[in-house]
């Protein structure tokens, strides 16, 4: 069985990643953007959890970035300052002690819903930013340092360096990679159908026997879970952490990118984040009022794709998303 849902799904990925394959050749060795295309993949695997958080679970929060900044803040407090760990050992901490955080926040969370949600979601991201922000031991706004980056043995076998832009690039484009199968997987499963109707029918989903506050809430640690994996990333790229990633405007700025690629598709994730950076990247290097016209901009890409640029393309491709 496919997992795709769409033509215009398949064709997007496979011409995506056949391509991502070849732009560090295409660059030649420009570390600058290769830097740059590593984080906006690692954007795309955060918007992706939030997309589909927001748009197949139907659970809005304004909190996710609070999942972005402890990967990376998880990382740097158990990793040795002065030592190379296990990249996957340390990925495997990092999302099992976020997953049991993002446990203890969903029960909490999930007993609410619509704007109550939002604003608890709000409320406690603000809290653990203010934490870290006036802790002395975790470095207050200036954060913590990654000192020296992990290596990334298997069995004694090692193919990538990540302290080389172009192995690092890689780490990223693979694990985007994982990401959008795991989520496909996900959507097509027993799991997934039941996580559909929770959205577009709780009251029959209930009337059949299921609890819809289990469901919710493994949807809820499973897509925090890879939120906190891509601020692990983002901490390993730029070699810090701080509370600024945990910021209310870091979850709505990948609120936009999901609603500008398309929400629920997944794919659209991939999309409304190197759309999103794309416009960015472009509308500052012309003039010092960027920010009025990229969100005039932004606001009327919404308007007019109402599905967002992924359901216009499957539109485009005879099936709407």
Request: hydrophobic share 55%; glycine share 10%; aromatic share 20%.
């Amino acid at each position: 069985m496919s997992i795709f849902s769409s033509k215009s799904e398949k064709i997007f990925i496979y011409l995506f990643f056949a391509i991502g394959l070849f732009i560090p050749l295409f660059l030649e060795g420009n570390t600058f953007y290769i830097n740059k295309f590593s984080t906006i993949i690692i954007l795309s695997i955060f918007v992706m959890s939030l997309d589909y958080l927001v748009g197949r679970t139907g659970l809005i929060t304004l909190g996710h970035a609070m999942f972005y900044g402890l990967g990376g803040y998880i990382f740097t407090i158990l990793a040795p300052e002065y030592e190379a760990v296990n990249f996957w050992v340390y990925t495997f901490y990092v999302m099992l002690i976020s997953g049991f955080i993002a446990l203890i926040v969903g029960l909490i969370v999930l007993r609410t819903s619509g704007i109550y949600m939002i604003m608890i979601t709000l409320a406690l991201a603000q809290m653990t930013f203010y934490f870290f922000a006036d802790s002395v031991e975790y470095g207050g706004l200036d954060g913590l340092f990654v000192y020296i980056k992990p290596e990334t043995s298997i069995f004694g076998l090692s193919f990538l360096d990540l302290d080389n832009e172009t192995h690092f690039y890689y780490l990223c484009l693979l694990s985007l990679f994982n990401c959008f199968v795991f989520f496909k997987v996900i959507m097509n499963s027993s799991f997934g159908r039941v996580i559909d109707a929770l959205k577009e029918n709780p009251d029959r989903a209930i009337a059949l026997g299921y609890n819809i506050f289990h469901f919710r809430l493994i949807a809820y640690v499973l897509s925090s879970s890879l939120a906190a994996y891509a601020g692990y990333l983002f901490a390993l790229q730029f070699g810090f952490v701080n509370p600024s990633m945990m910021s209310w405007d870091i979850s709505a700025t990948a609120l936009v990118m999901a609603l500008l690629g398309g929400l629920g598709s997944v794919f659209g994730a991939i999309i409304g984040s190197f759309m999103y950076e794309g416009l960015h990247y472009y509308i500052e290097h012309l003039t010092e009022y960027w920010m009025f016209f990229m969100g005039v901009l932004i606001i009327a890409l919404v308007l007019t794709l109402k599905h967002g640029i992924a359901g216009f393309l499957n539109a485009l491709g005879g099936k709407r998303s």
